[in-house]
């Protein structure tokens, strides 16, 4: 431990100081050191010269000088030759004003110098201070302020450190004595950043600042109480060295999220019970642990789950069935070491090193492990060690970089494999040099290219500066001062392997420069020739004959033909390729002929000629001339008679008159611009004729030609008229740009844009022709035939203020027209009564009627147009103050009316719509789901399902007996994710659809209630929705009536579902009650029970029909083909809404008394099972609450049920 503590300290001092051993110290000094030496009898280490005169002590070893003063001293006592006497105390060395260091090893000291600033010192080490001369076995004071102390004696042991002895030094290190370590009042570690104790504790330093390192050596009979406190640890670094042979313990280092690195020593962790997983919220970036121990694992397999922070891992003394596979581990090493690894599988991994040394490995290795350093000593691995390792056999180990200090040989020592020689060469070396994107320097890939760049130089001579890797894979390499933004190409010399090659650094084909023949054999000289064999695909040919390359190098080719090649004087093509490069030449083929003549310009490159070597002449391709064939030709070198070829860019230029690539084609520019600006129209300059876009004409293409598609009438009374067609662009129109007239009379225009003109129009009735006239050009007009039609005017009704059943003042609210209206304009009758007219304008009839009571139809007729009738069914509903309640509640014992609401409340411990459901405590679960494609809900209880869903939106007819248009809803929904969320307190789901064929959107709202009772208001009534239910919201916006005079109605499905798995103990058909879906009731119910359960449905007889409350009445649909007793369709009337409907019942799930928990007749309990499901209806909006009731003879027993979402299925 010793030598642990020293190296530490060593490696500061080297750090910080900067020492001169050639110079003199003066004579004060010399007699200071003088008089310590011969005090502790070590004179003969640094003796008098042979004149009696001074010795240079700067020479001696230990004595460090700098500008002729001593700077640091190093003094070793030795404990035979040293008196025990013999006791340094801080005065003695008071007289070296100016040291920074000073190191004392087994030399005897007094208190005081243990507890003394001494000068100017910054760094002191006391190492194995001899017992005698420390008068105090426990630390009592402060230490003094230096950067950094060292002690090592044993006169504390066992004594207290408090931690606010050390505020004042920066770095402390204590061995030889094992001490408590308690973090006290009074401390303040913004000095400290490193703590290296003997320990007989690990300290609580969470209110400690972050340190840099701790680390403690902890005695077998250390505090282990303690060991919760390394969550509390606030340090870069920590190390905590366990005794010898300690039992196992569980694993502690998952309690410090902040620590970066962690070593464990001489400690094993015993098995966990689950994965550890570290893998959300940690730092930790090491991770070291010398002996981990046999039974940390799980089923054989390394229990920790990394985060992707952690770089660097130490694992020895594990037992581990496969290799940990640490993925993140990118940029540091693995070691994985006697832990009884078996199977060397392919690495996926991306670690720079690895070591699985000293393990029970077999097989091969893979030469996926070539992108990593591997260390696989000592193990039982078979077969040829690939060659990206054997390359570099007796490769110079450095210091520098990250790479491990073991020699490659020595890293596959220990094992059976049949190519374990020491420098075995390498005939595998083959690599690719480029430069980077930046021309900074090069990057070197390919096959065993080895793992640092040092034995690699540019030119031969320039190393490879800031290398940086991917390790087996690329070395990328900076050359001194950009010196690559001029290079084309370079040789790249490996010291290691003795090669020399030439790469290209730009892109360029392959260059002859001398090509000679020999019989069959031709020898090319030039440049950007495949560097070796193999480093590029390379061909050639010559007469279209295939020459096979023998030897190559970036500067020389060498091939063979297998025919011969014609000798003769006249030239033949000579191809090159090189990768994605093409050359070709002409030359003599000749035997012993030399092609060496170069031609001008390398006639412009390939692309606009090929050089003949054998007389430097360029033969130029097709489209190019001259003598470098730089020229380019035109496609019609005369271009025509009518123009100048432009030997530069090969193209004609025209005379004024004509144009085209050969000028043969007239040019005759055009009288205007045809309002091209516009996009009108453009010049035919070959014609000098405008010619205009599909909606404009003239010779300018300035008149838009008007066509009306449609129209949209006013009434017999004159008004507004919209005509719908093309009328020209929107930026050239304005009101005066048309005069309209219908029949004989003017329609003055009050808008007008590209597609639509609004007109007012004169009183009239019967069929009219539409005629507009261009005000610029009164001669264009355009006349639609019997395309306009005056309206009879209709009305219609949206809701209805009521009176009570004493009669007295209704109001009508909806369409009555925009013409003069007077009192006697309509007659308005309510069922068999007329209602008296008070009032009246566009939207509201005010009348007053008789006494009354129920449902009522309301008939409007027009007055003036008698056939003009609208009548709003079941629209009027005489209100009663006195609220009625259903089954009057049951009994007094279970509840009592609310007359102004109609609703029960009941008493405790009854529950329901009439207060008969008796509540307990235990039942069921429930459950529900919500199906985000279809939009429709599920809501289960033990096998029996009940589904709802909206099927469908029916306009009807004025006398409600024709469904004009139906709209199916079910399975046509899209889900707004956007909008969709979750709360603690409830879930939303949004979804929409727009009709077919139709203006109208509806957005459809599915709330689940969780936590806790939620209130709501529609209209005029609150109500309450408990928690557990689910609360439905449909929205009908814009609906496009094809008659005015007809309403709505929105269907609803609801039924139970069957299962193959029923209950028999409570199987029974499935009923459904309607007994009290009363219209004049504010509250309506529907019942459907199967096997005990029941869904129970109510209903609020209100709508809010564009802004205003009015009365609905509901409707039980017949279905007669479907034969289904399960089920139910229930339509809700809705009046003629104009903007948007609302509506807003709700649904109680209640259970039945008579569910059987269990067959066992001794069995006596009932459940009883209420979960709401609340539906709000946006044009219709229905709430729904299941609840299950089983019966067991004499109990009921009540929960709420949190509902879960399930898949959603149609109804049949």
């Not at 504390?156 to 920066?170: A, Q």
């Not at 021309?439 to 500066?465: A, M, V, W």
């Not at 695909?537 to 096979?548: D, E, G, H, M, P």
Request: net charge neutral; with cysteine; glycine share 6%.
């Amino acid at each position: 431990m010793n030598n642990h503590f020293k190296f530490y300290f060593i490696i500061l001092l080297c750090s910080i100081f900067y020492i001169s051993f050639s110079e003199s110290q003066t004579i004060g000094e010399y007699n200071c050191l003088y008089n310590i030496f011969e005090k502790f009898n070590l004179t003969k280490a640094y003796p008098k010269n042979s004149t009696d005169g001074y010795s240079n002590v700067c020479e001696s070893a230990g004595i460090l000088c700098e500008g002729g003063v001593v700077k640091s001293i190093i003094i070793t006592g030795k404990n035979e030759q040293s008196p025990l006497s013999a006791v340094l105390t801080p005065n003695e060395l008071s007289c070296l004003p100016n040291l920074v260091s000073i190191s004392l090893i087994s030399i005897r000291v007094n208190t005081d110098v243990l507890f003394t600033k001494i000068g100017s010192v910054s760094s002191i080490i006391l190492e194995n201070i001899p017992s005698g001369a420390i008068n105090i076995t426990q630390i009592d004071r402060p230490f003094p302020p230096y950067d950094s102390y060292f002690l090592s004696c044993n006169e504390f042991n066992n004594s207290i450190l408090n931690s606010s002895y050390l505020n004042n030094i920066k770095t402390f290190y204590l061995q030889g004595s094992y001490v408590y370590f308690n973090v006290n009042e009074g401390t303040n570690f913004t000095n400290p950043k490193v703590i290296q104790l003997w320990a007989l504790n690990i300290p609580d330093l969470s209110s400690c600042p972050l340190l840099g390192l701790v680390n403690l050596f902890l005695r077998s009979d250390y505090n282990k109480t303690t060991l919760s406190n390394y969550a509390k640890i606030n340090s870069t670094l920590v190390q905590i060295n366990f005794p010898q042979n300690s039992l196992p313990i569980p694993s502690f280092i998952e309690t410090n999220r902040d620590i970066l690195g962690v070593s464990i020593v001489d400690q094993p962790f015993s098995k966990p019970s689950s994965v550890i997983d570290m893998s959300v919220g940690y730092k930790l970036q090491l991770f070291s642990s010398n002996n981990i121990g046999p039974d940390f694992n799980i089923n054989g397999e390394f229990p920790i789950k990394f985060s992707n922070t952690v770089t660097n891992i130490y694992i020895r003394f594990g037992s581990f069935k496969t290799i940990p596979v640490f993925s993140n581990v990118s940029t540091g090493s693995v070691t994985i070491a006697n832990s009884g690894l078996t199977d060397l599988s392919i690495y996926g991994g991306s670690a720079k090193i690895l070591d699985y040394s000293d393990n029970t490995l077999t097989g091969t290795i893979d030469k996926s492990y070539c992108n990593v350093e591997l260390i696989v000593a000592n193990n039982n691995l078979t077969g040829t060690i690939p060659s990206c390792f054997t390359c570099y056999f007796g490769y110079p180990i450095t210091n520098a970089g990250i790479w491990s200090k073991i020699p490659f040989y020595e890293r596959f020592k220990g094992n059976f494999f049949t190519n374990y020689i020491p420098n075995p060469g390498c005939t595998t070396f083959a690599p690719q040099v480029r430069a980077n994107s930046i021309l900074s320097g090069y990057i070197i890939s390919g096959i065993d290219i080895g793992f640092d760049g040092q034995s690699y130089k540019f030119n031969g001579t320039e190393p490879c500066y800031f290398p940086s890797f991917r390790l087996g894979k690329e070395i990328n390499c900076i050359v001194n001062n950009n010196y690559l933004a001029n290079v084309r190409y370079a040789s790249i010399l490996n010291t290691w392997h003795n090669t020399n090659y030439t790469f290209a650094f730009i892109s360029s084909p392959p260059d002859a420069s001398l090509v000679s023949v020999s019989l069959n054999t031709l020898t090319i000289d030039g440049t950007y020739f495949s560097s070796y064999m193999g480093q590029s695909i390379q061909t050639v040919k010559i007469a279209n004959i295939n020459c096979a390359i023998s030897a190559t190098n970036f500067f020389k080719i060498v091939c063979t033909t297998l025919s011969t090649i014609p000798s003769t004087s006249d030239s033949q093509l000579l191809t090159i390729s090189n990768s994605n490069e093409t050359k070709n030449f002409y030359i003599q083929t000749s035997d012993g002929y030399s092609n060496s003549k170069t031609c001008p310009n390398d006639c412009s490159t390939n692309s606009k000629g090929i050089c003949d070597l054998s007389t430097g002449i360029c033969v130029c391709n097709i489209g190019f001339g001259g003598n470098d064939c730089s020229s380019v030709q035109c496609f019609d070198q005369n271009c025509s008679g009518f123009g100048i070829c432009n030997i530069t860019t090969g193209e004609c230029k025209c005379d004024s008159s004509h144009q085209g690539d050969d000028c043969s084609l007239p040019f005759i520019p055009c009288k205007s611009d045809c309002s091209q600006y516009l996009n009108q129209g453009s010049c035919n300059n070959q014609t000098g004729i405008c010619q205009c876009s599909t909606n404009y004409q003239g010779s300018d293409c300035a008149i838009p030609i008007v066509n009306i598609t449609s129209v949209i009438p006013c009434t017999i009374d004159g008004g507004e008229v919209s005509i719908i067609g093309w009328f020209g662009s929107d930026n050239t129109l304005t009101l005066a740009s048309y005069n309209v007239s219908i029949g004989i009379l003017d329609c003055i225009i009050t808008s007008i844009n590209q597609t639509v003109i609004k007109c007012n129009l004169g009183a009239g009735e019967g069929t009219k022709d539409i005629k507009t006239i261009n005000s610029i050009h009164p001669n264009v007009t355009y006349i639609a035939y019997g395309l306009f039609k005056y309206q009879t005017p209709v009305h219609y009704i949206t809701s209805v203020i009521p009176c009570t059943i004493d009669g007295g003042e209704v109001s009508i609210i909806g369409w009555f027209g925009n013409g003069a209206l007077s009192l006697t304009s309509f007659i308005v009758s309510i069922g068999v009564l007329d209602c008296i007219i008070t009032s009246i304008n566009q939207t509201v009839i005010t009348c007053n009627v008789g006494a009354g009571k129920g449902t009522k139809d309301i008939k409007i007729i027009n007055s003036i147009h008698p056939n003009i009738v609208f009548i709003g069914y079941g629209l009027f509903n005489y209100q009663n103050p006195i609220k009625t309640c259903p089954n009057d509640c049951t009994s007094p014992k279970n509840g009592k009316c609310n007359s102004n609401t109609g609703e029960c409340e009941c008493n405790d411990p009854f529950k329901g719509f009439d207060c008969s459901t008796k509540i307990e405590i235990t039942t069921p679960p429930t459950n529900s789901s919500i199906d985000k494609d279809t939009g429709g809900a599920t809501i289960g209880n033990q096998n029996t399902n009940y589904e709802i869903s909206i099927l469908s939106l029916n306009e009807i007819s004025i006398d409600g007996s024709t469904i004009i248009k139906s709209h199916p809803l079910n399975g046509n929904w899209s889900i707004d994710n956007k909008e969709t969320k979750t709360t603690s307190d409830s879930n939303i789901f949004i979804f929409s659809q727009k009709l077919i064929n139709n203006t109208c959107t509806i957005n459809y709202t599915i709330e689940e209630v969780k936590l806790k009772d939620k209130s709501f208001t529609f209209g005029t009534t609150t109500f309450t929705v408990e928690k557990g239910s689910i609360k439905l919201s449909v929205l009908i916006k814009d609906y496009q009536y094809q008659s005015s005079l007809n309403t709505l109605q929105l269907i609803f499905y609801s039924g139970a579902v069957d299962t193959n798995d029923d209950d028999d103990c409570n199987k029974k058909e499935t009923t459904i009650n309607t007994s009290n879906l009363n219209n004049q009731q504010n509250l309506n119910y529907i019942q459907i029970s199967k096997n005990s359960k029941t869904l129970v449905g109510r209903f609020i007889n209100q709508v809010i029909a564009d802004s205003r409350p009015t009365f609905m009445s509901s409707t039980i649909i017949n279905d007669n083909n479907n034969n289904n007793k399960s089920s139910i369709k229930i339509g809700l009337n809705l009046p003629h809404c104009k903007n948007q409907c609302l509506i807003d019942p709700d649904f109680s799930v209640l259970v039945n008394s008579d569910f059987k928990e269990s067959c066992d007749k001794s069995q006596k309990n009932k459940w009883i099972i209420p979960v709401s499901v609340v539906v709000s209806v946006v044009g219709f909006s229905i709430i729904i609450t299941i609840s299950i009731i089983i019966y067991i003879k004499h109990k009921y027993r009540f929960k709420i049920i949190s509902t879960k979402l399930k898949p959603f299925r149609n109804p049949k």
